[in-house]
């Protein structure tokens, strides 16, 4: 009689695994307070580079971000790039920059963090084509067409479903030709276009004009959480249509739809205390994450229940098959991941989760980087 190979363990499933995170914003910590990625931030911040490799943590694109308020937020974006640089040229033996997936795949073979850019919002490449590129030569790999802020030639989730909110210069929502021009830029280049913070008019309109398969890099189930943010239905059938990818969110409000409310209530409560450190210097960010952290108790309790995140990857599944679905963490962008999720070391509970659901290696394998892996590939 042969003998069965025993069953692996959560951890050997984990580590076999290509763990792909296609959101995290650290990067802004490292500009607005100076933090080094490579010092342990336990306490500080939900992600450092020991603690991603503690959480199995494979391959991370890194969020480049600035609001729609930065002046010159192309020069701000390369000087977010410039600190993954230098993070990078300090620890050699740990993280290094990929430009595609043959590199990435060394980088793994290495036990190297694999590290690509993406770039949070249209409005850094300053209506300039050439800028593209030139982000392109710095490592970015995706880029949001728009963060809440509408660009000139695309609207967002945000501004599409406020009244009065922005249109583009086109006076209507969605994708302008000059937006359309930068779709097949990118679709040229091999930069992944990223429909996460995009409006629904400019969804449609960027499955209409690109040739390539596209993400939702931290976005997350409508039909389960009516947040403007999250894609409905019909939006993650064309995505799997294309051959693209949903990266599901951890931020609770999109996750869990009675957090919305109660973080609005938490919010209006200080919102004293954020008004006067807005006036001290402050951005608007900075302030909130300040009472989230002065009142840390009081904004635990505001938490989505951890299975709630894994609904969200399970809806998806049931709704287009398990090739379509992956993890957009928006750790260090969000304050309120779900309970237990508390940073990247907690990555490993998503694949427990997994496979007490049932689900076998090969499944949890796609869920956790291959599908991903796949549409970067596509867009090479």
């Given at each position: 009689m042969e003998n069965k190979p025993e069953p692996k363990?959560?951890?050997?499933?984990?580590?076999?695994?290509?763990?792909?995170d296609t959101h995290n914003d650290i990067l802004l910590h490292t500009m607005l307070k100076g933090y080094l990625i490579d010092d342990d931030l336990s306490g500080k911040t939900q992600s450092d580079l020991d603690r991603m490799q503690q959480g199995g943590l494979d391959v991370q694109f890194f969020s480049v971000w600035s609001d729609g308020e930065q002046i010159n937020?192309?020069?701000?974006?390369n000087k977010e790039i410039d600190s993954l640089d230098a993070v990078i040229r300090r620890n050699p033996d740990k993280i290094v920059k990929v430009a595609n997936s043959e590199e990435l795949l060394n980088a793994v073979n290495q036990n190297k963090l694999a590290?690509?850019?993406?770039?949070e919002g249209g409005h850094h490449i300053e209506d300039d084509l050439n800028k593209i590129e030139a982000l392109y030569k710095r490592g970015v790999r995706y880029i949001s067409l728009t963060w809440n802020n509408s660009t000139q030639w695309a609207t967002s989730a945000a501004d599409e479903t406020k009244e009065n909110g922005a249109t583009n210069s086109e006076g209507k929502k969605g994708l302008t030709e000059f937006g359309k021009q930068i779709v097949q830029k990118m679709n040229q280049l091999g930069v992944i276009v990223d429909v996460s913070h995009a409006g629904e008019q400019t969804f449609w309109d960027v499955v209409a004009s690109t040739k390539k398969p596209i993400i939702a890099s931290h976005s997350s189930?409508?039909?389960?959480?009516?947040?403007?943010?999250?894609?409905?239905?019909?939006q993650i059938k064309a995505i799997a249509k294309n051959g693209?990818?949903?990266?599901?969110?951890?931020?609770?409000?999109?996750?869990?739809?009675?957090?919305?409310?109660?973080?609005?209530a938490f919010v209006e409560k200080y919102q004293h205390e954020i008004d006067s450190l807005e006036l001290s210097g402050l951005n608007p960010h900075q302030a909130e994450e300040t009472i989230y952290t002065k009142y840390h108790q009081e904004a635990e309790t505001l938490k989505a229940d951890f299975e709630l995140l894994i609904d969200h990857i399970e809806y998806i599944i049931k709704l287009v098959g398990v090739d379509y679905v992956g993890i957009g963490s928006d750790f260090d962008g969000i304050f309120l991941p779900p309970k237990r999720l508390d940073d990247v070391t907690k990555y490993p509970l998503i694949t427990k989760a997994l496979v007490e659901r049932g689900y076998d290696e090969i499944e949890i394998s796609k869920i956790l980087g291959g599908n991903?892996?796949?549409v970067l590939k596509a867009n090479e």
């Open positions: 363990t959560v951890e050997e499933i984990h580590r076999q695994a290509i763990f792909v937020p192309y020069e701000f974006a590290a690509l850019i993406g770039v189930v409508y039909s389960i959480c009516p947040h403007p943010r999250n894609l409905k239905d019909d693209g990818v949903v990266q599901i969110n951890f931020n609770s409000g999109f996750i869990d739809p009675t957090v919305a409310k109660r973080e609005a991903m892996l796949r």
